[in-house]
């Protein structure tokens, strides 16, 4: 079976750090991008940071860029983010999510098909 | 970055309707939208892919259409399971960016 497992959220400070974790089996870790996806409280989905497939690549939403750290080890089937310096406003629901991909006549086409089930980050004084 | 703009907010339907839902790019991405439908207390689950292409074991009364900047997912005939929010998501660039979701809820 295909499948995400994240862990590591907790309650924090702000200005804390915490690594979140998601362990992926059923598949072949290393054919594909990975994804951290997070939702606020009530609020919609909001893309936090993407790697591809051997870590030579990574991006980051403006809201977490120079904070957040997205790395993987495939040896492993493991993908992380390290979070530092949170706020008040990263606490949210974060997902792990699969970036699948099809080729068809040559041009690529990237989505999110597989999906953890969420770990909470939750910053607060 | 790419701003995705959905419409409506939420709406209200009832069991059969015909419901669609519009999702607008900030600027052109071809076909590189994806379509997610999320339940309360459940992780998204992907439905479209490719502005157009059903993902495996979802049911044909959901449908795409679309490029450059506008597109559409359509409900055929609403059934109860399909109450839920729904959002767009573009992979044309990163970042990647999602809509602020669509609530479809039972009139």
């Known amino acids: 079976e295909v499948q995400l497992v994240e862990s590591g959220g907790g309650v924090v400070r702000p200005g804390g750090s915490l690594r979140l974790s998601c362990a992926a089996s059923?598949?072949?870790?290393?054919?594909?991008?990975m994804n951290w996806v997070r939702q606020a409280p009530g609020k919609g989905l909001e893309w936090v940071s993407g790697i591809n497939w051997n870590g030579g690549s990574t991006g980051y939403a403006d809201s977490v860029k120079g904070r957040f750290t997205i790395s993987r080890d495939n040896a492993k089937n493991s993908l992380y983010l390290q979070m530092n310096s949170l706020r008040a406003e990263d606490t949210a629901l974060y997902y792990c999510?699969?970036?699948?991909?099809?080729?068809?006549?040559?041009?690529?086409?990237?989505?999110?098909?597989?999906w953890g089930k969420g770990t909470t980050v939750t910053v607060s004084s | 970055d790419i701003q995705m703009t959905q419409s409506p907010s939420s709406l209200s339907a009832s069991v059969g309707d015909r419901v669609t839902i519009t999702c607008r790019a900030s600027q052109y991405i071809s076909n590189h939208l994806n379509w997610y439908q999320q339940k309360p207390g459940k992780a998204p689950k992907l439905l479209i892919y490719a502005a157009s292409s059903l993902q495996s074991g979802v049911p044909s009364r959901f449908s795409g259409s679309g490029s450059a900047t506008d597109f559409a997912l359509t409900i055929s005939s609403l059934q109860p399971e399909d109450f839920a929010t729904y959002y767009c998501q573009q992979s044309y660039s990163t970042p990647r960016t999602f809509g602020q979701g669509t609530k479809v809820e039972l009139k």
């Open positions: 999510a699969r970036e699948g991909w099809v080729v068809p006549a040559s041009k690529y086409f990237y989505y999110m098909d597989v």
């Open positions: 059923g598949f072949t870790f290393d054919d594909y991008g």
